[in-house]
């Protein structure tokens, strides 16, 4: 019953962190296998609640689940940069985006994340050459061309 809460706030795309994590820690977080086929999607609603609230002991758990079940999976790769750039290891993050960046060229988002990250630090000659080359490849994104 619980599990159809967490169905409807991804159907509405509605964060609601904190009563992701409530209700992880109250009801899901021991017994998520039997939620069946939305287990990996819980997860990974958790892990970007946790991500929100700072509860990084909670997404690390996730993220390993997930790891565990899908190993090498770009997917998995993307939240544990995701959960790095939370915990202010930008350098980390970027090497975990440029590992899927170089297993997939055409994913768009975790090349446009690494340049958040260079901006976000700073680092503007690095941000454009990025940006520069993220536009080779996806020249159609009209935000990346205003970025830069």
Known sequence: MCALYFRKWREDNERR????????????????IKTGNEKNLILEQVIVAALDTARLDIAEKC??????????????????AMQLETM??????VEVLDAIIAKNENNAAPRRRKV?????????????????????????????WIEL
Do not use: C, H, T
Request: no cysteine; net charge positive.
């Open 17 to 32: 962190s904190n009563d992701v994590i409530n209700l992880w820690e109250a009801v899901f977080e021991d017994k998520v």
């Open 63 to 80: 993220i390993k689940q997930l790891s565990s079940e899908f190993p090498g999976s770009l997917r998995v790769m993307k939240f544990k």
């Open 88 to 93: 202010e290891r930008y350098n980390d993050a």
């Open 116 to 144: 958040v990250i260079l901006l976000a630090r700073g680092r503007r000659i690095e941000a454009i050459k990025e940006l520069n080359e993220y536009l080779k490849k996806f020249m159609s994104d009209q935000k990346a």
